[in-house]
C-alpha cells in the first residue's frame, strides 16, 4: 500500500497527465474542445467533444502517447493562476470553449465567491502554452513525470453531464505512475483482472446472461449461476433467522402516491422507470424496499416492549440505469437487494449496530473476506433531525464501533440528510476494494409516514430506523465472488461440487449408484462420460469442478473411487463413504475436500 505522502505525490502525477493529454490532443486537433479530465484510481481520463472530421480512433491512442512523452520531455512549468470570473469568462470566449464557461457557470452557481484558478502548462518564455480550468493539485513541471511510466488505456463514449440528451463525447482513460517498474506491475494487475473478468467467466461457466433482445441489464440466471445463488440466499436466511431477524417478502409494484410519501418520486425519480397506468391509477416498479416494510410497520400497533423489530428481505428492486452505464453484472436494471430494516428505541441504536456489525463479519468472512475498510459518515450541512437525535445517532455508530474494536475513518459531513451511516469495503484476492455493507440510520422516514410505538410513559413516539445491507445486491456480489474466485467457488458455494468420471460403460452403474448415495447426503453432483479419460478430467477443470472422482473397473471391486480435486490435483483411492463424508464435512466448515 503506498503512503499517503506516494498517494500524494500519484494524485499531482496522474492530474498534471491528464492535462498534458487534453494538451497533446489539441496539438494534434486543433478543433477538438476539451471538457473535463479528473483523476480517478490508478489513472485519469478526459472528455472531448471531436468534430466528425476529427474523432479519435484507438489507433491514435498511441500517437497521442507519443506527443505527451514530448510535452514532458520538453520540461514545462505548470502554473497557477488566480481570475476574476469576468477575465475568465472572456479567456473562454477568446478559445471558442463552451464546455468552459458550462462548467464556469457551474462553479459560480455553487458558490459564487469561489476563487476561480487557472492551470497554464508552459508560457511566458516557452513557445508552447496551454490552460484549463482547475483546482488543482499538479507537479511542479512535466518534466517530473516519468515518460516511461504513462499508457493509454482506452477509448469510449460519454456524454456531457452524464444526460444522454446532450452530446455525445469521447473519453481517453490513461493511467500514470511514479516508475516503469509500478507501470509493469499495473500492467500485470490488468492482466489477471480481465482473467477474471465475471462477464468472460459467466459465460464460459454457464452462469448467467444478459439477453439484449430481452432488454439490457436484465439478469437470466442459467441453471449453475441459479444455484449458486440458491446455496448464498439459504446461507443468507439461516444466518438472519439465528440472529433473531424475521422475514418479508412484499411487491414488485405499487400505487406512485406511496414513492411521494417517501419522498423517492420527487427526489430519485431520474431513476425509476415510468409509472403504469393501471384502471385510472398509476403504479411504479419499487426502486426501494423499505416504504414497503414501513407499510407492514404501519398495519401494526407496538409498545416499546416490542422493540426492536428486526426484518429482512431479498428483495428485487428495479432502477433506471442508461444503456452506456451498466457493466455486466456490477451495473443492472434489476436486481435483489439483501435489504433489512430495523425499528428500535434512541437507547437501542449501538446495541443493535454491535449486532449489525458482527453479523457483516461473519457473513464476510464465511466468504473468504477477512479484511474490511470502514467509514463513518456524519451529519451533512444540510440535514432533517434534531441536533439531540444526531448527537446520540452518531456517538451509537462510534461507541458500536469502538466496541468491536475496529479501526475507521471518519468522512465529516459525508453522511446522508436523514442519518448518519457506516460504509464497509471489502478486499478482494487481487487487492481490490469493493463497497458492500451499508449501515444507515433514517429520521426522515418514520416522519414522513407518520410511525409511532408507545412509550413507558404512553406517549406516542418515533421510533429510529436503520437501514441495513451487508452484500449490497446479490448479483453484483455474484460477481465479485466470481471475480473474486477467478470462477473456483469454493466447495460450499460450487454448484457442482463432485463429478464422477466413468472409465467404460461397464461401470456406469456403479457411477449411478455413487451419484445417488452422494445426492441423499446432499452433494451436488453429476456424472459425465461419452470421451476420453484425459478429456473427462480437463473439462471438469475447465468448469472449476472440485471434486473429481474417477471410476473404473478396479474401483466399482473394491467400492472405492480414485479423487482427484481441482484446489491439489491427485488424492488416492479412498472408500464412497469416507468421500461423502469428506465431502459434507468440508462443505459444512467452509473448507477444501
Wanted: glycine share 8%; hydrophobic share 40%.
Amino acid at each position: 500500500m503506498p503512503t499517503s505522502e506516494e498517494s500524494e505525490e500519484l494524485l499531482r502525477i496522474r492530474h498534471s497527465c491528464a492535462h498534458i493529454m487534453a494538451m497533446a490532443v489539441q496539438k494534434l486537433r486543433p478543433k477538438v474542445q476539451v471538457t473535463i479530465g479528473p483523476w480517478i484510481e490508478r489513472g485519469f481520463y478526459y472528455d472531448f467533444d471531436t468534430p466528425e472530421d476529427e474523432r479519435l480512433t484507438e489507433a491514435d491512442l498511441k500517437v497521442i502517447k507519443k506527443e505527451m512523452q514530448r510535452i514532458i520531455k520538453a520540461d514545462l512549468p505548470f502554473t497557477c493562476e488566480e481570475v476574476l470570473p469576468t477575465e475568465a469568462s472572456q479567456r473562454i470566449a477568446a478559445i471558442n470553449e463552451p464546455y468552459k464557461q458550462e462548467i464556469l457557470d457551474g462553479i459560480l452557481a455553487r458558490t459564487p465567491d469561489a476563487p476561480i484558478t487557472v492551470y497554464h502548462i508552459g508560457g511566458g518564455e516557452h513557445k508552447e502554452h496551454w490552460w484549463d480550468l482547475c483546482g488543482g493539485p499538479h507537479v511542479a513541471s512535466t518534466g517530473k513525470i516519468n515518460p516511461a511510466a504513462i499508457d493509454l488505456e482506452s477509448l469510449a463514449g460519454a456524454y456531457w453531464r452524464g444526460d444522454e440528451k446532450r452530446a455525445m463525447l469521447q473519453r481517453v482513460y490513461g493511467t500514470a505512475w511514479k516508475s516503469k517498474e509500478q507501470l509493469k506491475a499495473y500492467e500485470q494487475f490488468k492482466a489477471e483482472a480481465a482473467r477474471r473478468d465475471h462477464r468472460k467467466l459467466g459465460a464460459e461457466l454457464e452462469l448467467f446472461s444478459i439477453n439484449e433482445a430481452a432488454g439490457p441489464g436484465l439478469v437470466f440466471w442459467h441453471p449453475k449461476g441459479a444455484m449458486v445463488r440458491h446455496v448464498i440466499e439459504d446461507y443468507w436466511r439461516q444466518t438472519h433467522l439465528a440472529r433473531g431477524y424475521q422475514l418479508l417478502y412484499t411487491p414488485h409494484v405499487a400505487k406512485v402516491d406511496l414513492w411521494k410519501t417517501s419522498g423517492h418520486y420527487d427526489f430519485y425519480r431520474e431513476n425509476m422507470f415510468d409509472q403504469m397506468d393501471i384502471e385510472e391509477e398509476q403504479y411504479q416498479l419499487r426502486p426501494m424496499n423499505c416504504p414497503f416494510h414501513i407499510a407492514i410497520y404501519k398495519q401494526g400497533y407496538y409498545s416499546y416492549r416490542d422493540l426492536p423489530l428486526r426484518w429482512c428481505e431479498l428483495g428485487t428492486v428495479y432502477r433506471y440505469e442508461r444503456s452506456g452505464t451498466m457493466h455486466g453484472l456490477f451495473r443492472v436494471r434489476g436486481f435483489t437487494q439483501d435489504d433489512a430494516h430495523i425499528f428500535c428505541l434512541p437507547e437501542q441504536i449501538a446495541g443493535e449496530i454491535v449486532g449489525v456489525l458482527a453479523l457483516v463479519e461473519e457473513v464476510m468472512g464465511a466468504f473468504g473476506f477477512q479484511k474490511l475498510e470502514v467509514n463513518l459518515s456524519t451529519r451533512p450541512e444540510k440535514s432533517v433531525g434534531t441536533d439531540e437525535i444526531w448527537s446520540l445517532a452518531e456517538g451509537a455508530l462510534r461507541q458500536a464501533l469502538d466496541q468491536k474494536g475496529w479501526d475507521f475513518q471518519v468522512d465529516e459531513g459525508g453522511g446522508a440528510f436523514y442519518g448518519p451511516k457506516i460504509d464497509i469495503k471489502i478486499r478482494d484476492a487481487i487487492g481490490r476494494k469493493w463497497q458492500c455493507s451499508t449501515i444507515q440510520l433514517d429520521f426522515n422516514l418514520p416522519e414522513r409516514f407518520q410511525m409511532m410505538y408507545v412509550d413507558a410513559n404512553n406517549e406516542r413516539q418515533q421510533p429510529i430506523m436503520i437501514h441495513r445491507a451487508l452484500l449490497g445486491s446479490l448479483e453484483r456480489f455474484f460477481g465479485i465472488l466470481v471475480e473474486n474466485y477467478a470462477g473456483a467457488f469454493p466447495l460450499w458455494l460450487a454448484p457442482v461440487q463432485a463429478r464422477i468420471l466413468p472409465v467404460t460403460d461397464a461401470v456406469a452403474a456403479y457411477a449411478r449408484e455413487v451419484a445417488a448415495q452422494m445426492r441423499t447426503a446432499g452433494i451436488r453432483v453429476e456424472v459425465v462420460s461419452g470421451e476420453r479419460m484425459a478429456k473427462l478430467i480437463r473439462n471438469a477443470e475447465k468448469a472449476k469442478v472440485p471434486v473429481m472422482c474417477v471410476v473404473g473397473a478396479k474401483e466399482a471391486e473394491a467400492r472405492t473411487l480414485a479423487v482427484r480435486t481441482y484446489a491439489h490435483g491427485d488424492a488416492g483411492q479412498r472408500p464412497v463413504a469416507d468421500v461423502i463424508q469428506r465431502i459434507c464435512e468440508a462443505a459444512a466448515d467452509h473448507v477444501d475436500f
